[in-house]
């Protein structure tokens, strides 16, 4: 929903001031258009419903995988798309993914989104009306953007949702944004109203490898992205997440696991390993003994290391693979 447009309609109609607040608080809480808004007035309801579009995207399709994993595939008015998933976990965690951009400007080698054509950054409302779709489906209570784009090069709208989430049960400690490491993004993130966590997504331990794998390592260096965290650790005293995603061969060895853990600080970085998702690329996931071994490595120098579990393979749902195609 445009809450522009709902604030500006709200005015032209000569409502009290309440009445935004009384809608947004339906839609947060899940409803499932304004019809079911029973505290405004019937004349009102019908009003918006021609005025205010319910939300600014359409949804195309919805895909449950085997683990509950959801991906809603989403357009925008001008005919990008979208993906976004919502992760259930046996303990009650329902996490969102959403996405900040359609395609992604960036080339990294073994991301689906980035093979794609990049289309446009997303406005705040089109990126809250991807939590809200999701919010209609269950309870929330984490969020990251992890979707397809960068989301620090979309900043301003990405922290106008931010503010927005606590309302739809999303804490800002339960929320996160994770960078391929742009800069200024980190820097203007850290010295932000908005105090969530900020993920890294590292993946190779020398810059000669990073910038193989992930071009925009030319730009802003290992040294220099590792710099920007450190200025964010010492504002926000918040440990920042590392994001390592494992490739067979390419950085999965005990040697850069080493290297690794010569770069960071045990105190400040925790570090996720991501099991690689094939998509259409030269690359094969890491076995599980790499993988182990790579994590036994980090833990024996100090560091809090974890693999990520799969999601949401078997619908294209799962990190990395959100490219869109059925409306490509
Ligand atoms: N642009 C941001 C956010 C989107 S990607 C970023 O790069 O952090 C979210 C995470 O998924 C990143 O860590 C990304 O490197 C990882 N990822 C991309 N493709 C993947 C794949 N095929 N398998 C596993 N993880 C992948």
Redesign the pocket.
Known sequence: MDLDLLRSTLDELEQPRFRFDQIWKWTAGGAAGYHEMSNLPAALRAELTERVPFSTLHQVRRATASDGTEKLLLTTHDGRPIETVLMRYKDGRRSI?VS?QSG?P?T?T?????QMKFGRNLTAWEILDQALALRRLDVLNHC?????????MNLDNVLEVCRRLPDLGITHRRTGI???GWVPGIDALADSDVPVRL???L?APQDELRSQI?PVNDRYSLADVKAACDRFYEKRRKMIFV???MLAGVNDSVAQARQLADLLEPWKYKVNL??????D?I?D?SAKGSMDAFRDTLEDRGFNATIRLIRGRDIDA?????AAKAAA
């Open positions: 993914c900040s992604c960036l990294c073994f991301c689906a989104t980035g990251v953007f992890m979707g397809m784009g960068e989301p620090m994770s960078t391929v993920a890294w997504s993946h992930m994001e390592y995603v991501i099991p690689y998702n094939p998509t690329s690359y996931g799962a990190c990395g693979q959100l």
